[in-house]
Antibody, heavy 120, light 107 residues
Framework: QITLKESGPTLVKPTQTLTLTCTFSGFSLSTSGVGVGWIRQPPGKALEWLALIYWDDDKRYSPSLKTRLTITKDTSKNQVVLTMTNMDPVDTATYYC????????????WGQGTLVTVSS | EIVLTQSPGTLSLSPGERATLSCRASQSVSSSYLAWYQQKPGQAPRLLIYGASTRATGIPDRFSGSGSGTDFTLTISRLEPEDFAVYYCQHYGSSPFFGGGTKVEIK
């Protein structure tokens, strides 16, 4: 059974750096073809993909946010970490991590999400 | 960068009716990389369809996906009360992008 859970601060100040951790179970990020992605959703708005990391350490970033994002993995801890620099109130959103399996691209398992508010 | 446009923004229907949701890409995309998700208030999205037409595990057969090129459709043959939600399409090119969503609400 695959599960993912996001953790990190619920409140950050403008200009600060956000660090979120996705802790997962039921799969290994050393398995060929597997990836973990981060997606966010501002209140009342649509989903926005942020970043993705694959089993082989291949990393993908949203073109509009790539200068602010870093994604890393710790296979031994079953964790993926996302950092986002220079946080702004418009970055207030629920942040999700999700599992991408081998094969046709899709996110088949999602964490419950964590709401991050950016405010001074 | 491929843009996905979903229409309509809101669909008002009654239980038992058929829902047809559209996802249009700004340029031709591979159907292998087109997915649909359902999201209910306060919940994470749930994968419904991938590869444009393959139902994910556990998804009822009243949900179907079709299309190719730039035009893709999610059809719900007969709406059940639990189907009223927001639906997103997603394409994976060099990286994944989501459409803006279609809300299916009770008429």
């Amino acid at each position: 059974q695959i599960t993912l859970k996001e953790s990190g601060p619920t409140l950050v100040k403008p200009t600060q750096t956000l660090t979120l951790t996705c802790t997962f179970s039921g799969f290994s990020l050393s398995t060929s073809g597997v990836g973990v992605g981060w997606i966010r959703q501002p209140p009342g708005k649509a989903l926005e993909w942020l970043a993705l990391i694959y089993w082989d350490d291949d990393k993908r970033y949203s073109p509009s946010l790539k200068t602010r994002l870093t994604i890393t993995k710790d296979t031994s801890k079953n964790q993926v970490v996302l950092t986002m620099t220079n946080m702004d109130p418009v970055d207030t959103a629920t942040y999700y991590c999700a599992h991408e399996p081998y094969g046709p691209h899709r996110f088949d398992y999602w964490g419950q999400g964590t709401l991050v508010t950016v405010s001074s | 960068e491929i843009v996905l446009t979903q229409s309509p923004g809101t669909l008002s229907l009654s239980p038992g009716e058929r829902a047809t949701l559209s996802c249009r890409a700004s340029q031709s995309v591979s159907s292998s990389y087109l997915a649909w998700y359902q999201q209910k208030p306060g919940q994470a999205p749930r994968l419904l369809i991938y590869g444009a037409s393959t139902r994910a595990t556990g998804i009822p057969d009243r949900f179907s996906g079709s299309g190719s090129g730039t035009d893709f459709t999610l059809t719900i043959s007969r709406l059940e009360p639990e189907d009223f939600a927001v639906y997103y399409c997603q394409h994976y090119g060099s990286s994944p992008f989501f459409g803006g969503g279609t809300k299916v609400e009770i008429k």
